[in-house]
T-cell receptor, first 115, second 112 residues
Framework: NAGVTQTPKFQVLKTGQSMTLQCAQDMNHEYMSWYRQDPGMGLRLIHYSVGAGITDQGEVPNGYNVSRSTTEDFPLRLLSAAPSQTSVYFC??????????????FGEGSWLTVV | DAKTTQPPSMDCAEGRAANLPCNHSTISGNEYVYWYRQIHSQGPQYIIHGLKNNETNEMASLIITEDRKSSTLILPHATLRDTAVYYCIVRGPSSNTGKLIFGQGTTLQVKP
């Protein structure tokens, strides 16, 4: 049981480039989400998914796309990277969005720098 | 989700118990208290959660007052590796997005 796995751990992009941050979980969790963490801003929700084929926007979705073709994977795509997207990105998952008291588990993070 | 209040920082001697308080005076009956910690910009690590009964696992104990307006996370024998930012989060089961709201947390410094 590897939990929530994120790749890559570190990435440097040039402005305008595109890339995909990968997230996979092996716990058969329905709910997956992406956060970004910036100094002094806390964790902000980018996108989330409540199951395969279902995604929705969080509080800071602009500049990011997601898809959920399988239960296990929830990739985050940066379409045209901007310096404002320099951040640490965390993927998280849990069994269910609505189940009372279920636990959300986080990956180790992906450090992205856009120059 | 109810707001939480935590002290910004605490110190603890290695080997001693660390008691981290959290106030959540506006908590409602179906909201859970969760504790996470973040060590040096690693991913937030789940510690424990509870509704109204005290809870214990291999990492910590959670003591919730009878009126549920406050709680205490107890690390029974703190080690240097427990130095981290600890977040107390109150979350209801009907969240529309599943988002966890991390406040400022308590920075726990475990000292030798």
């Amino acid at each position: 049981n590897a939990g929530v796995t994120q790749t890559p751990k570190f990435q440097v992009l040039k402005t305008g480039q595109s890339m995909t941050l990968q997230c996979a979980q092996d716990m058969n969790h329905e709910y997956m989400s992406w956060y970004r963490q910036d100094p002094g801003m806390g964790l902000r929700l980018i996108h989330y998914s409540v199951g395969a084929g279902i995604t929705d926007q969080g509080e800071v979705p602009n500049g990011y796309n997601v898809s959920r073709s399988t239960t296990e994977d929830f990739p985050l795509r940066l379409l045209s990277a901007a310096p404002s997207q320099t951040s640490v990105y965390f993927c998280a998952s849990s069994y269910s969005l609505t189940l009372s008291g279920n636990t959300i588990y986080f990956g180790e993070g992906s450090w992205l720098t856009v120059v | 989700d109810a707001k939480t209040t935590q002290p910004p920082s605490m110190d603890c001697a290695e080997g001693r118990a660390a008691n981290l308080p959290c106030n959540h005076s506006t908590i409602s009956g179906n909201e859970y208290v969760y504790w996470y910690r973040q060590i040096h910009s690693q991913g937030p690590q789940y510690i424990i959660h509870g509704l109204k009964n005290n809870e214990t696992n291999e990492m910590a104990s959670l003591i919730i007052t009878e009126d549920r307006k406050s709680s205490t996370l107890i690390l029974p024998h703190a080690t240097l590796r427990d130095t981290a930012v600890y977040y107390c989060i109150v979350r209801g089961p009907s969240s529309n997005t599943g988002k966890l709201i991390f406040g400022q947390g308590t920075t726990l410094q475990v000292k030798p």
